[in-house]
């Protein structure tokens, strides 16, 4: 099985931490034509997140450069912080990145509340079904 909408190059937007979902998904929604067909790809949906969350660090290298990585989940925020140190013989950079998690119900909703229908989800382009644990969540949907 393959998605049910083709997929092709898109447009790729990413969100700041503050910005309005409803809003952001409503203007999707105007400007997708009727018929038309929309596949979100979400990294961050809960239910591939938290069933194997660990707060354990972890260490990345690939050649001469090391990657620590802690990330804690923040309950109040529904998010991950994730802490990265890149190091490289005597160079260090610090930086963080935050990473929102909504549930594919909640994500679905807000589709749906845009003028989307025939809401599916999927764990990758060949249309394996979406379940927890699975790495991403494609989010296949119309226009109404």
């Known amino acids: 099985m393959v998605l049910p909408i083709p997929i092709r190059p898109a447009l790729r937007i990413r969100a700041s931490p503050d910005s309005d979902a409803d809003a952001f998904v409503a203007a999707l929604g105007r400007v997708v034509r009727p018929g038309g067909?929309?596949?979100v790809d979400?990294?961050?949906a809960a239910e591939s997140i938290l069933p194997g969350f660990t707060e354990a660090p972890r260490t990345m290298r690939t050649g001469d450069i090391t990657v620590?990585?802690?990330t804690e989940?923040?309950?109040a925020a529904s998010r991950l912080i994730s802490r990265y140190r890149f190091s490289q013989e005597a160079r260090r950079l610090d930086a963080t990145a935050l990473h929102h998690v909504h549930t594919g119900?909640?994500?679905g909703d807000l589709l749906a509340?845009?003028?989307f229908t025939d809401l599916r989800r999927?764990?990758?382009p060949d249309g394996t079904p979406f379940t927890p644990a699975t790495g991403r969540l494609l989010l296949a949907a119309r226009r109404a």
């Open 37 to 39: 067909g929309l596949v």
């Open 42 to 44: 979400f990294g961050a």
């Open 68 to 70: 620590e990585t802690t």
């Open 73 to 75: 989940y923040d309950v």
């Open 105 to 107: 119900a909640h994500l």
């Open 113 to 115: 509340n845009a003028g």
């Open 122 to 124: 999927y764990a990758d």
